[in-house]
């Protein structure tokens, strides 16, 4: 399979940082730089990585089904990562994903059937000072509230 | 860039530049001091930078508090192997958010750090392993790090001294275990972050089985203000033991949450009331989670208490990694309890037999006791597999599990109690048989 | 060599060599640390925290074994804190394990069980919903039960580290984490079963055994696989007659605890519905089955009107049946037949390596040579699949040792993930590539030498001139393919060579000569298949075939007498290294007779004075005159192996490398026997192919 000329030349420099014959070391920036393009770690992407890297396909899916960013199922275009762990459970974050969760019409884990949407209950994102606080996709939403998702998601329904 | 006021109560050593025009450049950088260290410890033997570490008192800010100077004098300089910097930027305990700002507002402060370890232990590679959320810190890393190199402080013959020193980001990919130096070693070749079997320590076998240093985003980055202005002036800034200042995260039910940097062993009543601007609501102090999710929670009479890592153990809990997160009395302890332990659950690796049975079973044990299906003699039980658990797992992560529930249960215990289902119905019978 | 280290373990004195671990030292002491995760030659896990021991002055228990022992160590494994914290570490264990043991495949021989009678608690605190995953079938002969798992991850490292086949792995992580087969949902590897019998619990359970019955139903009888020459001992269940599984979980044998996929599930053959049961008398185009009596005496008949008349008679012996049957087969061969027409399927030269050894029994290499030896030079086979005990050796070698190993082969072998060198030549070619690693070589210790059929004739004598040019010790190893290759050109199944390469007066013709020759009056063939891919140029010959199964040859015969395997026989094999042990009968199946037992009828009924067909009888025959033989007797009868190293001079015969017909054996075909084992079949991996690594 082919990538797009930019993640080329990532996967290019990236393999050149570990000493060598240890390529194996590109292992998970590659499955998480390739997820963010193709949408999943596809058949595809664990083969065609299995191949560069010289990692048996088991050794890859070892490694996928352990970490909690990888994932084989396409996700929403918009992914809602809302923490709920302790400092942000303390500030209502428990509450803002039950929220979305009744305003998206998905669960844990869901995605919504345009495909724009989907929400997952996250561990501690590292902004506990500033919660509740969510991710969608790399990006960090501060001190949220309901009037402030209700923007974001209008906002991005109006961008896509 | 900067989501709190700073404090007028802060002591700005490592975030001296926050809050600068443009403070992630190189030219802030340099024009506010940046590379100074650096430069003094090329002029000096590598022992002299390890000793200046040990004197500054430097702990290990991710969490354990392990004197950073004795940590990075274990390399053995004569093997022939390559040597690592690893930076451990997975920053994951619950409660903690200030490596994210370090780096965010001053990498080069990092790089400099990196640079400087590098000198002393004669390292030529060094790797940010920063967590897979922070994909923008790692972008900001990503540029500081081409700025570095545009302007020789990284590449081949650094500034002409004929050193070199490469340095790259390495993204992590959602495992709060991760955090753990070896279990981060592991991920960072590829791996399940699963850790290793101790010794040989890192320092001896470490990234790629080479002898490595490996410490927090916060250990490193206080090490150019310790070559800068030498290991005594950053000693002295805090309690004896425990030199410097610290990033504390103040989260929670509090006024003013944020990111401050105080002098190591400030009082934590003063530093809910006075940095933190005092509860929300006006409401009273509860408890108070002093480092992060892993460490014991402290009563509210138990918080007039220096904040530094030998006060704090003394107090029977941990000072951790600086994440305060403050609970006022309206917290349900109990609801505090099972966010925690679902948490340890859903981070347990897996690989030991304690950690992997025992926080499913306690999250089972206090999801249902949350849900007012409790079992007269479940609290015992929490307690008892929680101490079946404590010192016996492969890695800390058990131990991280185990402590705090501990002491909800045995601080909290009435309010557990309240949540038993009053007229007791049926007593359970244990199984007879297996 | 380490210094010793003193400990005190439970109040004992302890000393052992520094680096030991403490649960090895405590063993020395006759003190059991339990521990399901640690695997001796394994890699340490630390992960099922059972072996957490009492270290004085240490802050909290430590595992035993991960620890090495220190002078001084004070250690307590029978402390209150000990105890507590195993019935803690099962206590944990069992939370999610299913309480099913009275149905649970395993119950009975399951570690967890006895761990849990002896260390664990009366009753279970658990009182939540277990964690539940259906069942999977990793292949026919692997199922895997997640639930059940402990993850001591014993079959991880076997799969990877002994056998160098990685086909399972770790995935998911926590409480969901679980065993995961290399293909997806499934696994393609070696089929060895090594993961099942390694693992402690009802995980890993195997598709041909599995709730067929309780193991303490079953007799165990230890006898010597009969596929490949590797000379595995295979510990059969038996019960009602049957063979219900195979393994060697008592590590007796060379082989320990190995098998591969024919000494564990290759024994299936024996139950086969097509298995002869009857003897056979030809009828027109097909057979009518006859009494024992009437075909012996037909066979007496018939072979003593072609001796009187001074027919020319043919004999095929067999590389499966026992060292006592193919001596007797000779022998009633030229003395009662008066024929030196006999021959074997050969698979490797080696009357040549006796040849060019000749005065020299301390170059015959042993199995456990493989195992210690600092070199070794793999020439022209792929060995992980011909050769897989050797190729086990080896690997545990490299992994324990260091082994270097240096390889020339066709094409890609397993070998390579190690190898200090691999290099590529054709078969015909392999020899004198092997010549151009001659500088490493001799800079090496010491060296075996391991070649395959493509080195014969001429070629094992350069082969060995090699060697002697190097300056270092060299020990060899002809590989040949079966059970008893090894015996039968040892018990002089060759028509230029009597019992222990004595030379014989008048050669005799060689296996395709007989075929090809029309005057031939009678062919005689025990347990082999001949004319599978050649035809019988006598038509009118008379043919007798004592076989298992109506193989090709036996559709030709006139008349087939149905034969015991090597399961169902007493007797004596030779393995490739020329290792002589001791079968053990497993069953009998009704209506078949061991080869030595219709020898010795046919003898009779001719008439013929060849002394009794018993096998101990036999044996002392074997012992006394076959050179090299002369093995202690007690070693073989407490199930142990001796080598019998062939001691004479050089054999003045004329070298026909034309003869070595090798049988390309991949780990799933075992010549015409490999066709009625169903597991050998069944498996995605089979037929397999050779040299694709």
């Given at each position: 399979m082919t990538f797009s000329r930019e993640l080329e030349a990532k996967f290019e420099k990236l393999i050149t940082r570990y000493p060598p014959g240890r390529q194996r070391a590109a292992l998970i920036p590659m499955l998480l730089y390739a997820q963010d393009e193709v949408g999943a770690i596809t058949q595809e992407v664990v083969e065609e990585i299995s191949r560069r890297l010289r990692v048996t396909p088991l050794e890859i899916e070892e490694v996928v089904s352990?970490?909690?960013?990888?994932?084989?199922?396409?996700?929403?275009?918009?992914?809602?990562?809302?923490?709920?762990?302790?400092?942000?459970?303390?500030?209502?974050?428990?509450?803002?994903?039950?929220?979305?969760?009744?305003?998206?019409?998905?669960?844990?884990?869901?995605?919504?059937?345009?495909?724009?949407?989907?929400?997952?209950?996250?561990?501690?994102?590292?902004?506990?000072?500033?919660?509740?606080?969510?991710?969608?996709?790399?990006?960090?939403?501060?001190?949220?509230?309901?009037?402030k998702l209700d923007r974001l998601i209008d906002d991005l329904r109006k961008v896509q | 860039m900067l989501y709190n006021e700073p404090s007028p109560l802060e002591v700005r050593i490592l975030t001296r530049r926050f809050g600068l025009p443009n403070s992630q450049s190189i030219d802030t950088y340099l024009a506010t001091d940046g590379y100074v260290g650096f430069r003094k410890a090329l002029e000096m033997p590598p022992e002299r930078i390890i000793e200046e570490v040990k004197i500054s008192n430097l702990r290990g800010r991710g969490g354990a508090g392990f004197p950073a100077g004795l940590k990075w004098s274990f390399v053995p300089r004569e093997s022939p192997k390559p040597k690592y910097i690893v930076v451990n930027a997975d920053e994951g305990e619950p409660g903690t958010c200030k490596d994210r700002v370090l780096m965010e507002n001053d990498p080069h402060q990092l790089l400099e750090g990196m640079l400087i370890?590098?000198?002393?232990?004669?390292?030529?590679?060094?790797?940010?392993?920063?967590?897979?959320?922070?994909?923008?810190?790692?972008?900001?890393?990503?540029?500081?790090?081409?700025?570095?190199?545009?302007?020789?402080?990284?590449?081949?013959?650094?500034?002409?001294?004929?050193?070199?020193?490469?340095?790259?980001?390495?993204?992590?990919?959602?495992?709060?275990?991760?955090?753990?130096?070896?279990?981060?070693?592991?991920?960072?070749?590829?791996?399940?972050?699963?850790?290793?079997?101790?010794?040989?320590?890192?320092?001896?076998?470490?990234?790629?089985g080479c002898p490595t240093v490996l410490n927090n985003v916060e250990t490193f980055c206080a090490v150019p203000a310790i070559l800068r202005d030498g290991g005594v002036a950053f000693a002295e800034l805090g309690t004896p033991r425990n030199g410097g200042t610290r990033l504390f995260a103040l989260s929670g039910h509090i006024n003013r949450p944020g990111v401050y940097e105080l002098p190591m062993?400030?009082?934590?009543?003063?530093?809910?009331?006075?940095?933190?601007?005092?509860?929300?609501?006006?409401?009273?102090?509860?408890?108070?989670?002093?480092?992060?999710?892993?460490?014991?929670?402290?009563?509210?009479?138990?918080?007039?208490?220096?904040?530094?890592?030998?006060?704090?153990?003394?107090?029977?809990?941990?000072?951790?990694?600086?994440?305060?997160?403050?609970?006022?009395?309206?917290?349900?302890?109990?609801?505090?309890?099972?966010?925690?332990?679902?948490?340890?659950?859903?981070?347990?690796?897996?690989?030991?037999?304690?950690?992997?049975?025992?926080?499913?079973?306690?999250?089972?044990?206090?999801?249902?006791?949350?849900?007012?299906?409790?079992?007269?003699?479940?609290?015992?039980?929490?307690?008892?597999?929680?101490?079946?658990?404590?010192?016996?797992?492969?890695?800390?992560?058990?131990?991280?599990?185990?402590?705090?529930?501990?002491?909800?249960?045995?601080?909290?215990?009435?309010?557990?109690?309240?949540?038993?289902?009053?007229?007791?119905?049926?007593?359970?019978?244990?199984?007879?048989?297996? | 060599m380490a210094g010793l280290v003193k400990l005190t373990i439970d109040g004992r004195s302890v000393e052992v060599p520094a680096g030991t671990l403490v649960i090895n030292a405590a063993k020395t002491a006759g003190i059991e640390i339990p521990a399901f995760c640690y695997y001796e030659g394994l890699a340490l896990q630390a992960a099922c925290r059972m072996c957490l021991v009492e270290v004085e002055k240490a802050p909290k228990l430590l595992t035993a074994c991960t620890l090495p022992v220190q002078e001084g160590m004070v250690v307590h494994t029978d402390s209150p804190k000990v105890a507590e914290a195993r019935k803690a570490m099962l206590e944990f264990l069992l939370t999610n394990h299913p309480l099913d043991c009275p149905v649970c495949d395993k119950g009975g021989e399951c570690e967890l069980q006895d761990m849990t009678f002896r260390y664990g608690a009366g009753e279970s605190r658990f009182l939540e919903q277990k964690v539940h995953v259906p069942e999977k079938q990793f292949s026919p002969?692997?199922?895997?039960?997640?639930?059940?798992?402990?993850?001591?991850?014993?079959?991880?490292?076997?799969?990877?580290?002994g056998l160098g086949v990685k086909a399972l792995g770790v995935v998911n992580r926590g409480v969901s984490t679980e065993i995961g087969p290399n293909a997806g949902d499934h696994l393609e590897c070696d089929e060895c079963g090594m993961c099942i019998d390694i693992c402690p619990v009802g995980a890993l359970t195997s598709g041909r055994y599995r709730y067929r019955t309780r193991p303490w139903e079953m007799e165990h009888v230890g006898t010597i696989c009969t596929h490949c020459a590797d000379g595995c001992k295979t510990t059969l269940g038996v019960r009602n007659g049957a063979i219900i599984r195979a393994n060697n979980r008592n590590r007796s044998g060379l082989n320990g605890e190995f098998l591969c996929i024919k000494g564990r599930f290759g024994f299936d053959f024996t139950e086969h519905p097509e298995r002869l049961r009857s003897p056979l008398v030809r009828e027109g185009d097909g057979f009518r089955a006859v009494s024992w009596a009437q075909a012996v005496a037909l066979v007496a008949r018939r072979f003593g009107e072609i001796r009187s008349r001074g027919g020319r008679f043919g004999v095929i012996g067999s590389n499966?049946?026992?060292?006592?049957?193919?001596?007797?087969?000779?022998?009633?061969?030229?003395?009662?037949?008066?024929?030196?027409?006999?021959?074997?399927?050969?698979?490797?030269?080696?009357?040549?390596?006796?040849?060019?050894?000749?005065?020299?029994?301390?170059?015959?290499?042993?199995?456990?040579?493989?195992?210690?030896?600092?070199?070794?030079?793999?020439?022209?086979?792929?060995?992980?699949?011909?050769?897989?005990?050797?190729?086990?050796?080896?690997?545990?070698?490299?992994?324990?040792?260091?082994?270097?190993?240096?390889?020339?082969?066709?094409?890609?072998?397993?070998?390579?993930?190690?190898?200090?060198?691999?290099?590529?030549?054709?078969?015909?070619?392999?020899?004198?590539?092997?010549?151009?690693?001659?500088?490493?070589?001799?800079?090496?210790?010491?060296?075996?030498?391991?070649?395959?059929?493509?080195?014969?004739?001429?070629?094992?004598?350069?082969?060995v001139e090699f060697g002697d040019s190097l300056g270092i010790p060299v020990k060899y190893v002809c590989l040949v393919d079966y059970s008893n290759s090894r015996g039968a050109a040892d018990m002089g199944l060759l028509p230029d060579l009597l019992p222990g390469y004595r030379p014989a007066a008048e050669p005799g013709l060689a296996l395709p000569e007989m075929l090809a020759d029309p005057a031939l009056e009678a062919l005689?063939?025990?347990?082999?298949?001949?004319?599978?891919?050649?035809?019988?140029?006598?038509?009118?010959?008379?043919?007798?075939?004592?076989?298992?199964?109506?193989?090709?040859?036996?559709?030709?015969?006139?008349?087939?007498?149905?034969?015991?395997?090597?399961?169902?026989?007493?007797?004596?094999?030779?393995?490739?290294?020329?290792?002589?042990?001791?079968?053990?009968?497993?069953?009998?199946i009704p209506g078949t007779k061991s080869d030595l037992e219709i020898f010795g009828m046919i003898a009779r009924a001719m008439g013929a004075e060849i002394g009794p067909a018993r096998p101990e009888k036999v044996f002392e025959e074997i012992r006394t005159s076959v050179a090299g033989y002369n093995v202690p007797l007690p070693v073989l009868a407490t199930g142990g192996a001796a080598q019998a190293a062939p001691s004479g001079g050089r054999l003045p015969v004329k070298w026909r490398p034309e003869l070595i017909r090798p049988a390309r054996n991949t780990l799933f075909r075992s010549g015409s026997l490999g066709r009625y084992s169903k597991s050998l079949n069944i498996v995605i991996e089979s037929p397999g192919e050779l040299y694709r690594a």
């Amino acid at each position: 399979m082919t990538f797009s000329r930019e993640l080329e030349a990532k996967f290019e420099k990236l393999i050149t940082r570990y000493p060598p014959g240890r390529q194996r070391a590109a292992l998970i920036p590659m499955l998480l730089y390739a997820q963010d393009e193709v949408g999943a770690i596809t058949q595809e992407v664990v083969e065609e990585i299995s191949r560069r890297l010289r990692v048996t396909p088991l050794e890859i899916e070892e490694v996928v089904s352990y970490y909690s960013m990888l994932h084989k199922e396409p996700r929403g275009k918009y992914h809602f990562q809302v923490c709920t762990n302790i400092s942000c459970m303390l500030l209502g974050g428990q509450e803002l994903f039950e929220y979305l969760k009744g305003k998206l019409g998905i669960d844990n884990g869901g995605v919504t059937p345009d495909g724009l949407f989907s929400l997952e209950e996250v561990e501690c994102i590292g902004a506990c000072s500033w919660a509740p606080a969510l991710q969608v996709n790399y990006d960090y939403h501060h001190f949220v509230t309901r009037d402030k998702l209700d923007r974001l998601i209008d906002d991005l329904r109006k961008v896509q | 860039m900067l989501y709190n006021e700073p404090s007028p109560l802060e002591v700005r050593i490592l975030t001296r530049r926050f809050g600068l025009p443009n403070s992630q450049s190189i030219d802030t950088y340099l024009a506010t001091d940046g590379y100074v260290g650096f430069r003094k410890a090329l002029e000096m033997p590598p022992e002299r930078i390890i000793e200046e570490v040990k004197i500054s008192n430097l702990r290990g800010r991710g969490g354990a508090g392990f004197p950073a100077g004795l940590k990075w004098s274990f390399v053995p300089r004569e093997s022939p192997k390559p040597k690592y910097i690893v930076v451990n930027a997975d920053e994951g305990e619950p409660g903690t958010c200030k490596d994210r700002v370090l780096m965010e507002n001053d990498p080069h402060q990092l790089l400099e750090g990196m640079l400087i370890a590098a000198r002393a232990v004669g390292a030529e590679t060094g790797y940010i392993y920063i967590r897979g959320e922070y994909r923008y810190i790692i972008e900001i890393m990503d540029r500081a790090i081409e700025e570095a190199y545009a302007r020789g402080y990284l590449g081949r013959n650094i500034l002409g001294t004929g050193m070199n020193f490469d340095v790259y980001t390495h993204t992590g990919a959602g495992s709060y275990e991760c955090g753990e130096e070896s279990a981060l070693l592991e991920s960072l070749e590829g791996k399940r972050g699963q850790p290793r079997i101790r010794p040989p320590f890192p320092a001896v076998s470490g990234a790629f089985g080479c002898p490595t240093v490996l410490n927090n985003v916060e250990t490193f980055c206080a090490v150019p203000a310790i070559l800068r202005d030498g290991g005594v002036a950053f000693a002295e800034l805090g309690t004896p033991r425990n030199g410097g200042t610290r990033l504390f995260a103040l989260s929670g039910h509090i006024n003013r949450p944020g990111v401050y940097e105080l002098p190591m062993g400030f009082n934590l009543l003063r530093m809910i009331e006075e940095v933190g601007g005092g509860i929300r609501g006006g409401r009273k102090l509860k408890a108070v989670i002093p480092g992060g999710s892993s460490c014991p929670v402290l009563k509210a009479e138990e918080c007039d208490l220096a904040m530094d890592f030998d006060s704090v153990a003394k107090a029977g809990s941990m000072l951790g990694s600086g994440g305060v997160i403050v609970m006022d009395e309206t917290t349900d302890i109990v609801k505090v309890a099972v966010r925690v332990m679902k948490f340890y659950q859903h981070e347990s690796c897996g690989w030991c037999v304690p950690c992997r049975e025992g926080t499913i079973w306690l999250r089972k044990i206090l999801e249902r006791l949350d849900q007012g299906r409790g079992r007269p003699g479940d609290i015992d039980l929490i307690e008892e597999i929680s101490k079946n658990m404590l010192g016996r797992t492969f890695c800390p992560l058990g131990d991280a599990a185990a402590m705090p529930t501990i002491s909800y249960v045995q601080k909290f215990r009435e309010e557990f109690e309240a949540r038993l289902p009053k007229p007791v119905a049926i007593e359970a019978e244990p199984l007879v048989v297996l | 060599m380490a210094g010793l280290v003193k400990l005190t373990i439970d109040g004992r004195s302890v000393e052992v060599p520094a680096g030991t671990l403490v649960i090895n030292a405590a063993k020395t002491a006759g003190i059991e640390i339990p521990a399901f995760c640690y695997y001796e030659g394994l890699a340490l896990q630390a992960a099922c925290r059972m072996c957490l021991v009492e270290v004085e002055k240490a802050p909290k228990l430590l595992t035993a074994c991960t620890l090495p022992v220190q002078e001084g160590m004070v250690v307590h494994t029978d402390s209150p804190k000990v105890a507590e914290a195993r019935k803690a570490m099962l206590e944990f264990l069992l939370t999610n394990h299913p309480l099913d043991c009275p149905v649970c495949d395993k119950g009975g021989e399951c570690e967890l069980q006895d761990m849990t009678f002896r260390y664990g608690a009366g009753e279970s605190r658990f009182l939540e919903q277990k964690v539940h995953v259906p069942e999977k079938q990793f292949s026919p002969l692997v199922y895997f039960d997640a639930p059940r798992c402990i993850l001591c991850y014993r079959c991880v490292r076997i799969c990877d580290e002994g056998l160098g086949v990685k086909a399972l792995g770790v995935v998911n992580r926590g409480v969901s984490t679980e065993i995961g087969p290399n293909a997806g949902d499934h696994l393609e590897c070696d089929e060895c079963g090594m993961c099942i019998d390694i693992c402690p619990v009802g995980a890993l359970t195997s598709g041909r055994y599995r709730y067929r019955t309780r193991p303490w139903e079953m007799e165990h009888v230890g006898t010597i696989c009969t596929h490949c020459a590797d000379g595995c001992k295979t510990t059969l269940g038996v019960r009602n007659g049957a063979i219900i599984r195979a393994n060697n979980r008592n590590r007796s044998g060379l082989n320990g605890e190995f098998l591969c996929i024919k000494g564990r599930f290759g024994f299936d053959f024996t139950e086969h519905p097509e298995r002869l049961r009857s003897p056979l008398v030809r009828e027109g185009d097909g057979f009518r089955a006859v009494s024992w009596a009437q075909a012996v005496a037909l066979v007496a008949r018939r072979f003593g009107e072609i001796r009187s008349r001074g027919g020319r008679f043919g004999v095929i012996g067999s590389n499966r049946t026992t060292n006592e049957e193919n001596y007797y087969l000779q022998k009633f061969a030229r003395r009662v037949l008066g024929t030196n027409n006999i021959d074997h399927p050969r698979t490797g030269d080696v009357a040549a390596l006796v040849d060019a050894l000749a005065g020299r029994p301390g170059a015959w290499a042993t199995t456990a040579d493989f195992y210690q030896t600092k070199a070794a030079l793999v020439i022209a086979s792929d060995l992980a699949q011909q050769h897989p005990l050797l190729a086990f050796q080896l690997r545990a070698n490299w992994r324990h040792h260091g082994l270097r190993l240096y390889v020339v082969t066709p094409g890609p072998v397993r070998e390579d993930q190690y190898s200090v060198r691999s290099l590529r030549a054709p078969e015909a070619e392999s020899l004198a590539a092997a010549q151009t690693l001659a500088e490493e070589l001799r800079r090496e210790p010491e060296l075996v030498v391991l070649f395959g059929d493509a080195v014969k004739g001429e070629a094992v004598r350069r082969l060995v001139e090699f060697g002697d040019s190097l300056g270092i010790p060299v020990k060899y190893v002809c590989l040949v393919d079966y059970s008893n290759s090894r015996g039968a050109a040892d018990m002089g199944l060759l028509p230029d060579l009597l019992p222990g390469y004595r030379p014989a007066a008048e050669p005799g013709l060689a296996l395709p000569e007989m075929l090809a020759d029309p005057a031939l009056e009678a062919l005689w063939v025990v347990g082999a298949n001949p004319l599978k891919d050649a035809s019988l140029a006598a038509e009118a010959a008379f043919v007798v075939v004592q076989d298992l199964f109506l193989t090709e040859t036996a559709r030709r015969a006139d008349v087939v007498l149905p034969a015991a395997s090597l399961y169902e026989k007493s007797g004596t094999v030779t393995n490739v290294c020329g290792e002589v042990q001791r079968l053990a009968k497993a069953l009998s199946i009704p209506g078949t007779k061991s080869d030595l037992e219709i020898f010795g009828m046919i003898a009779r009924a001719m008439g013929a004075e060849i002394g009794p067909a018993r096998p101990e009888k036999v044996f002392e025959e074997i012992r006394t005159s076959v050179a090299g033989y002369n093995v202690p007797l007690p070693v073989l009868a407490t199930g142990g192996a001796a080598q019998a190293a062939p001691s004479g001079g050089r054999l003045p015969v004329k070298w026909r490398p034309e003869l070595i017909r090798p049988a390309r054996n991949t780990l799933f075909r075992s010549g015409s026997l490999g066709r009625y084992s169903k597991s050998l079949n069944i498996v995605i991996e089979s037929p397999g192919e050779l040299y694709r690594a």
